[in-house]
């Protein structure tokens, strides 16, 4: 996959994979913070701010769905990304200028070594860009959907909380699950090399699906009566997973359309308004089925069929809080 040594590029992985033939995301380099009065020394402020993002990742769709809930479209600026020979590529003519800069670049990679000329590490998305400082303030995008939830409220939309202070126990509790056993689980499954740690994740998936499923046989989100931080966390996998993740990455015990709460739930996310526009299926699919780790002969699937979206969902057999 590549990643930066000492601010150069290199498509050496440093064999940074784990041990036993196991897989698992490397920690993320850049944690700062963004604050509504700046005592972070990172200010909320209007055009300051840039999310380099991509149609294709998960940990990257979590936090443009946040730009769009929170009402930041017109306060935070949007760059996409896509797959290139040196890691993510920006601009593929090299005319990208980074904002708050004269630099022109084609890579990603670019704009980490801006931000740290020594840089060693992953080249990530959601990458949080300062226009201001010039630098990267954070690439964590746990971190990133709290900024937008709770730090821009007097610039976008400050009227819902997406992480209610009495339902904090409960979201920690289901994001821990997910993210270890869903959002993490899926790769952690695709791209083990052995058996006995594929098959560690791909039961660790299915029992956290379980979980899901029975959570939501009783209640209409994951934490309880309403939509949380939990639920968005969770919707990227779960909107990829048939068609990508299910046959790619081996995760094939079941269908997500199987588990007819998980599904339903699944469907009312993606028809909440103005989601549908953040979400690009068919992009997600040809990446992961052009990349040789996945899909060595390059051919792509036609299918699935009948994973339809915009189909009506059952939820609202649970009462929705105003």
């Known amino acids: 996959m590549g990643m930066l040594v000492n601010g ?90 980074v904002p708050g800069t004269d630099q022109k670049i084609k ?97 660790g998936l299915f029992m956290a699906f379980d979980k899901m499923e029975e959570i939501l046989s009783k209640q209409r989100y994951l934490a309880g009566d309403r939509i949380t931080g939990a639920d968005w966390r969770a919707f990227p996998t779960l909107y990829r997973f048939d068609t990508v993740y299910h046959y790619a990455f081996k995760c094939n015990k079941k269908h997500l359309y199987q588990y007819p709460n998980l599904w339903n739930y699944t469907r009312e996310l993606y028809q909440e308004p103005g989601i549908a526009d953040w979400c690009w299926l068919e992009a997600a699919k040809l990446n992961y089925w052009t990349g040789p780790r996945v899909n060595a002969t390059g051919t792509i699937p036609k299918g699935p069929e009948g994973i339809d979206f915009d189909a009506p969902h059952d939820r609202a057999k649970f009462e929705k809080a105003a």
């Open 107 to 203: 890579y990603l990679h670019e704009v980490y070594a801006l931000a740290n000329t020594e840089y060693t590490g992953r080249v990530t998305v959601p990458t949080l860009w300062d226009a201001k400082e010039c630098t990267i303030v954070n690439n964590e995008s746990s971190e990133i959907i709290q900024m937008f939830n709770s730090e821009f409220d007097e610039l976008g939309n400050g009227a819902y909380d997406y992480f209610p202070a009495e339902l904090m126990a409960d979201i920690e509790a289901i994001n821990d699950l997910v993210y270890h056993n869903v959002n993490n689980g899926v790769y952690k499954a695709g791209f083990s090399t052995s058996q006995e740690a594929y098959e560690e994740a791909y039961d």
């Open 8 to 97: 150069q590029w290199t498509d050496d992985d440093g064999k940074s994979r784990g041990s036993g033939g196991k897989f698992d995301h490397l920690p993320t380099s850049f944690r700062s913070t963004i604050s509504a009065d700046g005592s972070s020394g990172f200010a909320a402020e209007s055009g300051r701010y840039y999310i380099y993002g991509s149609r294709t990742c998960p940990w990257a769709h979590r936090a443009i769905i946040f730009r769009h809930l929170k009402g930041l479209i017109d306060h935070i600026g949007l760059f996409m990304v896509v797959g290139g020979d040196k890691g993510y590529a920006v601009d593929p003519d090299g005319q990208h200028v």
